[in-house]
């Protein structure tokens, strides 16, 4: 099945600079690729999501790249505030019918933005 | 928030007891999950449902079962819950390729 790999595990970052979040999966045929927020003690909330057949996307001050070649997908938050802190989530979704309706998600990456 | 419901929010068990989590919709979405996090794992799928009577296992299903009788309801079900299944419970709804809307978790500790 399916495996996705998230980097780092932590980050910390000054306010006002950029945090990239990395992550990589394992089957070539996975075609959508969604990011998520949580807030302590909140539910996870999509903030961007991104598919197969597009290399980048971006939404204010996030973004999203994808190289399929490699694997490969990234977050991009740029001028970081303090209420960008939260936990973030990678997930990759492997298209192809049947009963193949899941995400599967990486482990997670805490985002500490400090003011 | 989407319209997804959790109940209980809170359940404190002993081991070895049956225990039952519900998640409901008002969306009349075919698809819903069951997910558990712990610190370190992320969101672990337990097991996911795509439509009425349709349900498969998900990573961890071990020691879970689930019943979707009619589209709004889902329920996860631990036969004999032991302390490893102490957790935060959240289930979610929507299509996988779509936005998922999680519920707002709830919180087992199984003594």
């Excluded at chain 1, 075609?31 to 290399?55: A, T």
């Excluded at chain 1, 979704?93 to 899941?102: E, L």
Aim: proline fraction near 4%.
């Amino acid at each position: 099945g399916e495996n996705v790999e998230q980097h780092p595990s932590t980050l910390s970052v000054q306010e006002g600079d950029s945090a990239v979040i990395k992550c990589t999966y394992s089957d070539s045929a996975s075609n959508y690729f969604p990011w998520y927020k949580q807030e302590l003690g909140k539910r996870p909330q999509l903030i961007i999501d991104i598919r197969s057949n597009v290399g980048e996307k971006k939404d204010q001050r996030i973004a999203v790249t994808l190289n399929k070649t490699a694997k490969h997908f990234s977050l991009h938050i740029t001028e970081t505030q303090p209420e960008d802190s939260a936990v973030y989530f990678c997930a990759s979704h492997t298209g192809g019918g049947g009963s193949n309706y899941k995400l599967t998600f990486g482990k997670g990456t805490l985002l500490t933005v400090n003011p | 928030d989407a319209g997804i419901t959790q109940s209980p929010r809170h359940k404190v068990t002993e081991t070895g007891t049956p225990v039952t989590l519900r998640c409901h919709q008002t969306e009349n979405h075919r698809y819903m999950y069951w997910y558990r996090q712990d610190p370190g794992h992320g969101l672990r799928l337990i097991h996911y449902s795509y439509g009425v009577k349709d349900t498969d296992k998900g990573e961890v299903s071990d020691g879970y079962s689930v019943s979707r009788s009619k589209t709004e309801d889902f329920l996860l079900t631990l036969e004999s819950a032991t302390s490893s299944q102490t957790s935060v419970y959240f289930c979610a709804m929507g299509h996988p390729e779509e936005t998922q809307y999680f519920g707002p978790g709830t919180r087992l500790l199984v003594l």
